[in-house]
């Protein structure tokens, strides 16, 4: 006779992804250690199991925050919102210092993350899935310390996840990061441009040329201190929140291997997540094929 | 002037892979040792040139024989081997002990791999296309081994493939084996309940939540002993038997780098194989669209 | 405020990948030393940005030059040809010498190389999308160091880009390695023949066996010089100029890790590049999906 299993506890809490440290980076692909993850099967909102589900008009309400990264201000999410809008869900696409209508260069890491934390507790939202792309990666990080119990779960979109102390240029390759330091130097506001080769080639690579000078023309040069700054993530790792990682496969901003890149290098430090994946560059496919990305943030956000 | 080839018989005895040795492993990603492959091109059975191949019509008639995984049972195969059954193809899906109908956990692999050996003899089958998925290719290794004469190819779809003295607990990254542990110890009847966070990340991500609770619901604790087993593979890797591995990219169980994983890490080891890949996560996709899987299957069945 | 960014000239100088050296190795998956890449954004010579791109009546005219590889002739083209034409390019397909309606086995990698530039030369061309498949790509590494002010791009489809000194006989896994020098030894006239069961996993893996078998049946031994001879390729990497990958995900022609395999491992020594992905093994899907290859070459080819 077999015993009697209590499915809505399945027994995690034995479960070594609950270990309570984060010292030990070893299997960086694999499963690190990371806080434990109590949570049971969540209810089904709406619809039936007769249904087939995914179908617009049967998807789980959700609400979306999403954060842009470098390079980008929070147009970056219009086409991709409108297509989440469409299927029923909520969306916020915060702007934060430095980015969009705000000239100033003298930001740092936390006045991002803190703006973006008061704009979701002065907006009032909970149960949010909050997203971050590229750089945006980090600054979910620690908005997730900041506010962790109005977070549902945290999506990353090819974006960085950092260890403990890292900073976004320690997950540069040497050349690319003496590249980017050289070109803040000889910037005179602590900037750095995008030269256009390396954002046709890397973050564009998919898109005609057409729209790949439309969206280049419409790049700032990015502050540079939040980019080296050194973070301090013991508290993320002690969190206890669901996570999923998308992966877009044709992103040539990072080289995959070696010990760089988004998948498996990154997401395997989130310890248990959701992996989603879909064929699209580093930054055009949100631009051309909105729905698409909609519908893989759907993916990853849903419970 | 160039010499006449014997095309049917290329000299294949002279390639390495028909080295007789399995005792370098040094070369994991790539192409180890293997007992030699003297196959030549097989005949074309139906059709002729000049049609379109892959068509429903045009199928070569396999007769396939699947082996299901842990925490599942041959009921995992019900969607494939109807659409299968639908383009001519002849398939049995055997149930092995421990699973299915029969309640006992005081299963052994070697228990396991008699039983699905003894079906295909009782059966009369030869010739078989025998599939093997996750745990499941830990049994058609095994089986290979018994009954080589009745087998015309093996066909691993996201499988384990087990070094010789393996266990497939030893595929796993620690943190997975250290929960599998306690989750074994903390059990009544030496049984391992996955914790639904794990399932539902990593072995269903893909699905819905009405599909994952729907599937999640059927499974039965798995018997934990032959997980641990470390098997004696020797006469597996001195078979001369054809191999497929079919790669579902969006496989979430295993972290892919870093030594673990199943393409290119395990699917190195069959020496020459054929790659077929899909887009599919571990578990759900054979439910949602099994045509889809039923389709790799034929691909990496086929002559 | 900030400042006013010449987004023609964005600084690229300035980028590490002008660096002029090609000594430091150590970054293989990453971005090595490459020389400066100068280029700025290209005028839009044809079309609107209201329009949508891609489509057949809009693409951007293009010269390819396409390098076939081993145990292949120049028809391996012929439905990529055909589909780039109908698209309004100019397409030209150069046998080079041991391959074609040459039956000479007595050829080196530099007769190829020459071959193929005074190819170029004789038509006059210039602007050229120079693409190599497989060992291709080596020979369009030497092409380029000939006759390097008439090329606009270079594309790699699944194509070695070996580093300087070595030879393609050196990124082979070892026991691949030894048997194709078998098979050399064994060969009267210093050529190797591709046995079938490694033709048929490996190179032609996502076709049904008649296609396979057509494809075989063409295949000529292969002269086995050029395939061991060491390259001197210092030139190559002092060259300025565009560079594009297209990874066939399916191909099983070598392993993709451990040190081996197209992307990210030969890709990475391009420096700064662009990816291109699709579906496809190494040899067939370019027969049976010949609409597909011209598309990635085109994505990979145009400005």
């Known amino acids: 006779m077999r015993p009697v299993i209590d499915r809505r506890w399945a027994p995690v809490r034995q479960w070594p992804y609950a270990a309570n440290n984060t010292a030990d980076w070893r299997w960086e692909y694999g499963y690190p250690t990371f806080p434990q993850l109590t949570w049971s099967p969540p209810p089904v909102v709406n619809g039936s199991a007769?249904?087939?589900?995914?179908?617009?008009?049967?998807?789980?309400?959700?609400?979306?925050?999403?954060?842009?990264?470098?390079?980008?201000?929070?147009?970056?999410?219009?086409?991709?919102?409108?297509?989440?809008?469409?299927?029923?869900?909520?969306?916020?696409?915060?702007?934060?210092?430095?980015?969009?209508?705000?000239?100033?260069?003298?930001?740092?890491?936390?006045?991002?993350?803190?703006?973006?934390?008061?704009?979701?507790?002065?907006?009032?939202?909970?149960?949010?899935?909050?997203?971050?792309?590229?750089?945006?990666?980090?600054?979910?990080?620690?908005?997730?310390?900041?506010?962790?119990?109005?977070?549902?779960?945290?999506?990353?979109?090819?974006?960085?996840?950092?260890k403990d102390g890292e900073?976004?240029?320690?997950?540069?390759?040497?050349?690319?990061?003496?590249?980017?330091?050289?070109?803040?130097?000889?910037?005179?506001?602590?900037t750095i441009m995008l030269p256009f080769p390396l954002f046709r080639e890397t973050f564009a690579n998919l898109a005609g040329l057409e729209v790949v000078r439309r969206l280049y023309d419409k790049i700032r040069p990015e502050p540079a201190k939040p980019l080296f700054e050194k973070l301090d993530l013991q508290a993320f790792y002690k969190l206890d929140l669901p996570k999923s990682y998308v992966y877009l496969t044709e992103d040539n901003v990072l080289p995959q291997g070696g010990g760089y890149g988004w998948h498996p290098h990154m997401s395997g430090r989130l310890g248990l997540f959701r992996l989603i994946k879909g064929h699209s560059d580093h930054m055009t496919t949100a631009r051309t094929e909105p729905g698409k990305i909609a519908g893989l943030l759907y993916a990853a956000g849903r419970d």
């Open 167 to 190: 900073s976004t240029a320690d997950e540069l390759p040497p050349a690319t990061r003496e590249g980017f330091e050289k070109l803040r130097q000889s910037s005179e506001h602590d």
């Open 50 to 162: 007769e249904k087939g589900e995914g179908t617009a008009d049967r998807q789980q309400p959700l609400t979306f925050v999403l954060v842009h990264g470098s390079w980008a201000d929070s147009s970056y999410w219009d086409g991709i919102a409108a297509e989440l809008r469409k299927t029923g869900h909520t969306v916020y696409a915060p702007e934060y210092p430095g980015h969009g209508s705000d000239p100033s260069n003298e930001v740092s890491h936390a006045m991002m993350t803190r703006s973006i934390a008061d704009f979701i507790v002065s907006k009032q939202l909970n149960d949010i899935v909050l997203v971050g792309h590229s750089f945006g990666g980090t600054l979910i990080q620690k908005t997730a310390e900041l506010i962790p119990e109005r977070i549902k779960r945290l999506v990353f979109l090819d974006a960085f996840v950092l």
